[in-house]
Each structure stands twice: as C-alpha cells, then as structure tokens.
C-alpha cells in the first residue's frame, strides 16, 4: 500500500506541473554593536530539518546597545538563483524580496530540545552548529526589556516581516510556514500572524508548549532565556506574505504574574514536509517505556508514519510512537516518515539500548612473563609492524594513535594496579599536539578524581598529574618525533614522593601534600581520557606500556631504558605490542546504572565484571583466553522515557 500510495502522489506531482518542491529557512541575525563574540550566525550545519543549503541567513540588525543608537531599524535582502556569501544560498528558482523591521535585536542562550533539561539553555555565545545558530539572534518585541526600557517596558511596536516573489519560489504548489522562536526575557511566547497580503486573510499559529524559564530577575513577574517552535500554518498560495507577532504583554508578581513575549528568530516555508521536530535519541533499556515525538512542517494533509527497521509499524500514524515494558523485539532501528503531495521526509533513526557486542582484531594480548596477563583493548589504534626515528631508533610492534580518529587502548583494570606504590613506563614518539590551539593530549590516564594523568602539552612537555596531592611534575620537551622513554615512580602516602624520569634519566620529582589513593578497579586508558572534556586525544605512537608495584631505582630505569625487563616479579602488566592484535571482543551498552556480569553457562552464577561498573559507547574488554563466557547487565532500574517532552 505504501508503492501504491506513492504511485498515487508522484502522479498527482506530475499532474500539476511541480518541477522541483521547494524548502527555505529564514535565520534572523545580530550585530551586537560590533562585538564579534555575540555577532552574526551564520547557520553552517544542518537545522531544523534544513540543510545548510536551505537556510538564508538574514543581514544583522543591531542591539541598540553601547554606542549603536537604538532604533526601529528596517532591512531588506533580495534572495534569488544567484544569490551567496554573506549567509545566503541560491534559490532553486525565483526570486524573493523580505523587508523586516524591529526595535532592535539581540541574542538568546536558548539551545533548543537537544540542550539539558529543564531549562534547554547554554551560557555565553557557545552555540552548536545548526538549531541554536538559528535561535541565537532575535528580533525583539518592543515590549521585554531592551534599550531604553523602564521597567523592563519600553513599549515600541513590535517585529513586523514581508516577503514578495512567493509564486516565483512556489510556482505550482501551495505552501506552509512555522515559526521559530527566541527571548532573553519571556515566560512563555504569545501568538503570532501570517497574513495572506493579496487575499487579505490571516493564520494564527502558536507556541504550546515551551520549556520552564530559569528567572533572571530584575522584573516584578517572571523572566529568563527560552524559546521553541510555533505549530505550523495550514496551506498558503500567495505572492505576498506578512509576519507580525501579537502584543506582547507583562504584568503582577512571580506568583500570578505573566510574561508573554513576541519575538522571532526564524522561519521556515515549504511545500514538501521537513521534519523541524525530529525524534531525539535517548538512551532506553529493558524494562524502560520509552515515547519518542517529532513534528514537521509542510503543505497540509501531513501524513506520518513511524517505522522499525525501515518497514512500517502498523498503526503508528501520530505525531508519537510508545513502547511499553522495552524487550529484546524492540532492539531494533525506529524512524519516523512524513509525507504529503509534493514529498517525503524520513528522520534520523532513534535505537533502544541494548547488551551487544563487536567482534574483530581489536584484542592486545599481554606480554607478562610472570603472573596473571593484563590484556587490553584497541579503539581505532594502528598496529606497525617496525618504526624508526630520524635518531636511528627502531621499535618493533608499536600502536599509531590518530587524535582524529579518537584512538585508544584500555586494560580493565584489574585489583592488583590500585596499590599504593609503583612504577609505570612507555615508550612514545610524537611531533607534538593535534589541535595547537586546544588544551594537553592525553597519554595514560587513571585520574578519575583521586588518581594520576600523564599529558603531552603544547610545547612539547610531558606532565604528571595527581589528585592535586603532589606537585605537578613537568619534563623538558619530547615533542620532536623522535622515541623517548617516559618513567614514573609513586609513593601514595603522605610522606611519599613521584619521580620522573625521562630516558633513564631523572628530570623533576615532587612531595604528596596529603595521602592519594587510585579508586579501586579504575581501567587504564592510553591515548584517550573518558574523565574529563579537558584533554585531547593523543596524536603519536606508543610501546612498552609496563606496571610494577613497587618503587623502581634509578639504575632500574635506567636499565629498562636500555633495553632490560627489570624485575619481572614486580611487574603487573605489560603491553609490549610485538604482535598485531588478535581477534577480541568489545561489549557496548548506554545505560549509565547498568552493570556488566559474566558466567560459565548461561544459567549462571553471574558475576559482576571488574572495570565494567560504568559503561559508555565504546564498551568493555571481555575477552577470556580459551574460555566461552555468557553476559548480561543487571542493576538498571526501569524508567519513563520522553523524548521531545515539549512537543506540540
């Protein structure tokens, strides 16, 4: 039925002469009195279902601010087949002329859906592309606050938008149009107008359902940062078309008080649908009931329809699809698909969460002659056979890691690393950071909050980092592509010391302040730091990663840098690399309070699995040697999960 109905539109098309449906984004922008930090935003990543392509990024009106005069300012953009630079695109045939006016502009901290709850907000100009970049710049209301405001009244009249040219764009389809919102000062956004300016007819579209403001202050009644998307107009087939908002309007308290703003930062007209709400991905495991929404504009009737797997579920035509009691027949990819006469819209898909694994040759095995063997798993990391510097070194087995591709290696973190002294080496070879303008690249890393992180900064240095019990402890620079030896010895206690040395040699040491401790079971990360946001990722090579648990000498290390193994009985793990990764096993689950167990059979006992406390995407190392084992999670309490809560 889903062909023949699609046989049914294409002829319809045909019928009415459409040569190419048609979607265009209007993106209102700011100068901020010449503060380039908070001017402009130019859209540079698809929004709003839109690709960048489709958006017309408008000419900036000013705040009104500093030494910018406030105003009641008009702009005007012609927009046609040619038009580019500047924040505008080429139409795909016409030509359009808009006029807006406003009492100044200015810019909103309002993220849109896929920003945290409650308040969907971000500080400073720190937007990410797409969505927020349209939400970024608004025009004001002539009421909320602004220049020349008393009492955050200023009561000059409000946005008002024309746009001429419309049936050159549309030249045979009618046409719909949603609104897109933005304040700095609001509680919730009143209704606006699109008029019919040849048939003299108006629409009224509003904004149901906005996310909670957090109260700035500074007004009797409530005001912060919000905005969202208005519901969408029915169809038009003009030439001519007026935006205006109603009056916004603000008075009593906090408590019975109210503050309706009418502002804009945007608008989209299309024929075809285009998903402007689209289902978010969230994370949904077993057990869980899970609604995902998404919403579109685009000439009426709409028709939605979500599917699994890329075949329709039936009955599933509304705005929202549930699932109820989340089980392994919903482990599967979910989408959502708009269609109408002049096009079809399929949204990114949204997955459930669930227990999988990866298999490949990701799998390094450990090299300890003594002992139990520490293994280890690759994430993107490159195996080379040899590697030689321009100082005539040669290693043989070493890891390439590409900071672009996020590489990393990981070891599970076994009991017998967390005591409370030892030693830790490697071997690396770098020309120095990935990003020179971003923070240290992280090279070994079992920080968490009350560990130790060994960086690679700027210029070129290498630097320990404790739970800011010990001095910081900084090497001269290693940066310079050739290999070099990195050592370090640590005393936890209140009276113990680290030491760094750097090929054999002693370079800087430095005294505990108080006692630091590991957290017990903590993996090994080389290469990458999943604790913090702060580092970058490692762009280089790696050898010899080696643990001991005790205090190595100096004549020890320098040893080791020589070539030895050095007490193999105080050695706890050692990665050598001197043969390529064998096949392994990488098991990835969402759920944050979920915890990974592992048993003999599959009727159990379970086990809960060391390290594999807090999951993320890229998974856990579960490879046995020469044993079959069974997995599951446990400890993962169900939930309501939402997605797009504030959905018309």
Known sequence: ??????????????????????????????????????????????????????????????????????????????????????????????????????????????????????????????????????????????????????????????????????????????????????????????????????????????????????????????????????????????????????????????????????????????????????????????????????????????????????????????????????????YANFDLMVSNTYGISISSPVTVDRLSAVFGNNYILGTNPTGPLEDGLVFGAKWLATNSDSAGITRTGVMSFTATNLAQITASGATNFDGATGSLMFWMRSAGLNDTNGNPATLFDRLNGNGMVIVQNLDGTVELKTSQKAQDLTSANVSDDKWHQVAVTYDQSASGQVIMYIDGQLVTSGGNSAAWSWQPGQEIELGLSHDTNSWQAFNGLLDEVRIYNRVLTQTEITSAFGGALVDSNALIMRLSFDTAPAAGVTLKWLSTDAILQSADSPAGPYTDVPGAVSPRPIGVTVGQRGTAKFYRYRGHVPQKVVSNPYLM
């Not at 005007?76 to 045939?93: A, C, F, M, V």
């Not at 408590?255 to 649908?273: E, L, Q, R, V």
């Open 1 to 330: 039925m889903m062909k023949q109905a699609a046989c049914t539109v294409s002829a319809a098309a045909l019928m009415l002469g459409v040569s190419q449906a048609a979607t265009v984004g209007f993106n209102f922008q700011t100068d901020y009195c010449g503060t380039a930090s908070y001017s402009g935003a130019v859209v540079t990543a698809p929004a709003f279902g839109i690709e960048t392509n489709g958006w017309e990024s408008l000419a900036q009106m000013e705040t009104g601010y500093s030494s910018c005069a406030p105003s009641y300012y008009t702009l005007t953009n012609i927009i046609d087949k040619t038009s580019s630079g500047s924040g505008l695109n080429p139409l795909p045939n016409g030509s359009l002329k808009l006029v807006w006016s406003g009492y100044t502009a200015n810019v909103s901290g309002f993220g849109g859906y896929t920003r945290s709850g409650p308040n969907y907000t971000f500080g400073g100009n720190g937007y990410k592309a797409g969505n927020e970049q349209v939400y970024w710049g608004f025009m004001r209301d002539g009421v909320n606050f602004g220049p020349g405001s008393t009492g955050g009244d200023n009561n000059q009249p409000g946005y008002s938008i024309d746009i001429t040219g419309l049936k050159s764009l549309f030249t045979n389809s009618s046409f719909a149009v949603q609104l897109i919102a933005s304040s700095d000062s609001m509680e919730y956004l009143t209704n606006a107008f699109i008029i019919d300016a040849t048939a003299n007819t108006t629409q009224s579209v509003v904004y149901p359902s906005t996310p909670p403001i957090s109260d700035a202050g500074g007004s009797s009644w409530l005001r912060g940062i919000g905005g969202g998307l208005s519901t969408t107009s029915g169809a038009f087939a003009t030439d001519h078309l007026k935006i205006i908002g109603n009056r916004a309007a603000h008075a009593g308290n906090k408590t019975n008080g109210y503050n309706f703003a009418s502002t804009i930062a945007g608008f989209i007209i299309t024929d075809k649908p285009v998903i402007t709400m689209a289902p978010q991905q969230v994370v949904v495991s077993a057990g869980d009931t899970i609604t995902w929404s998404g919403y579109a504009c685009g000439t009426p009737p709409l028709s939605y329809q979500w599917r699994k797997n890329g075949a329709p579920i039936s009955g599933a035509t509304s705005t929202s699809y549930s699932i109820t009691n989340v089980s392994g027949a919903s």
